[in-house]
């Protein structure tokens, strides 16, 4: 092992003495010299090889470059789909809270306009039948909720109180087939009980036959029965057929709630509700 490492040793200042004596020379001998002669001879034969070498390694360096940009641009594709995904989400969140509130104003300038007192209230669930139009309401008794007040949003009559318990209450909808409310046509005067028809359409009843009610009449409660109160907006005529045998005209009602959309609602608490005419439901 000595041997080695001195042999190693003798070898490697041999090399830096030569070199020390080849630099000595190179810079001291002009450019015809025996030095400058062979470098330019070496580069010479060196040069068409390197080129040669770098046109066989420029190939596989431009891939690697190219599968580097590659990694690079996924990476970055990915980055901008997580972005992409997180905007959706804040878009969509945003409409939701626009509606919300757009809603929340209709239903704040409803009871600031009106002399009800009105108690704000949020829908939690609805019937799971077709056969039935009811809704749940996230107050109750406990919040002064009784049977019969009625419900209302800023378009119209959504219905009346049917059901309380502590914490909620069993809304109908005047689109139920046994709610009934006495209403009254605006233009002519004249009044019916509006009934709620499957599918969601609304019939008037009771219009005698040589009514002038006419197509788009606005439809309001009439305050008879004690359980609506006058004047509130129901909805507009749209359909009128005349039975040549039956005693009244077929009025249908298109209501002005959107049942679908109903989302939050105000139930009138006021003036104390009472049930004069049972046999109306409202």
């Known amino acids: 092992?000595?041997?080695?490492?001195?042999?190693?040793?003798?070898?490697?200042?041999?090399?830096?003495?030569?070199?020390?004596?080849?630099?000595?020379?190179?810079?001291?001998e002009s450019e015809e010299g025996l030095v400058h002669r062979?470098?330019?001879?070496?580069?010479?034969?060196?040069?068409?090889?390197?080129?040669?070498?770098?046109?066989?390694?420029?190939?596989?360096?431009?891939g690697i470059h190219f599968l580097a940009e590659i990694r690079d641009l996924k990476r970055e594709n990915e980055r901008l789909k997580r972005e992409v995904a997180e905007l959706k989400r804040d878009l969509i969140s945003l409409k939701v809270v626009a509606k919300e509130n757009q809603r929340l104003r209709r239903l704040i300038g409803f009871k600031e306009k009106t002399t009800f007192e009105?108690?704000?209230?949020?829908?939690?669930?609805?019937?799971p039948t077709g056969w039935q139009a009811i809704?749940?309401?996230?107050?109750?008794?406990?919040?002064?909720?009784?049977?019969y007040m009625p419900v209302v949003v800023?378009?119209?009559?959504?219905?009346?109180?049917?059901?309380?318990?502590?914490?909620?209450?069993?809304?109908?909808?005047?689109?139920?087939s046994k709610s009934g409310v006495s209403c009254q046509i605006l233009s002519t005067?004249?009044?019916?009980?509006?009934?709620?028809?499957?599918?969601?359409?609304?019939?008037?009843?009771?219009?005698?036959?040589?009514?002038?009610?006419?197509?788009?009449?606005?439809?309001?409660?009439?305050?008879?029965?004690?359980v609506f109160p006058p004047g509130i907006f129901v909805g507009t005529v749209s359909e009128i057929k005349v039975n040549p045998y039956g005693?009244?005209?077929?009025?249908k009602v298109k209501s002005s709630?959107?049942?679908?959309?109903?989302?939050?609602?105000?139930?009138?608490?006021?003036?104390?509700?009472?049930t004069s005419f049972p046999a109306e439901g409202g």
């Open 189 to 226: 005067g004249e009044r019916g009980i509006l009934q709620g028809e499957t599918g969601g359409e609304l019939k008037l009843n009771f219009i005698p036959k040589d009514s002038k009610v006419r197509k788009a009449d606005a439809v309001i409660t009439s305050g008879l029965g004690g």
């Open 135 to 147: 809704i749940i309401l996230d107050k109750g008794s406990a919040d002064g909720v009784r049977k």
């Open 257 to 274: 709630v959107d049942f679908s959309k109903l989302e939050e609602v105000l139930i009138i608490t006021n003036p104390p509700p009472k």
């Open 1 to 28: 092992m000595y041997l080695r490492w001195r042999r190693d040793r003798i070898i490697l200042a041999a090399l830096i003495m030569v070199s020390i004596a080849i630099l000595t020379l190179h810079f001291r």
């Open 154 to 176: 800023d378009e119209g009559l959504v219905g009346q109180v049917v059901g309380v318990s502590s914490h909620a209450a069993q809304i109908q909808l005047i689109t139920d």
């Open 118 to 127: 009105v108690l704000p209230a949020r829908i939690i669930g609805k019937s």
């Open 247 to 251: 005693l009244y005209k077929e009025v």
């Open 38 to 62: 062979v470098q330019r001879i070496t580069v010479g034969l060196i040069a068409p090889l390197q080129a040669g070498v770098s046109r066989m390694v420029d190939p596989f360096r431009h």
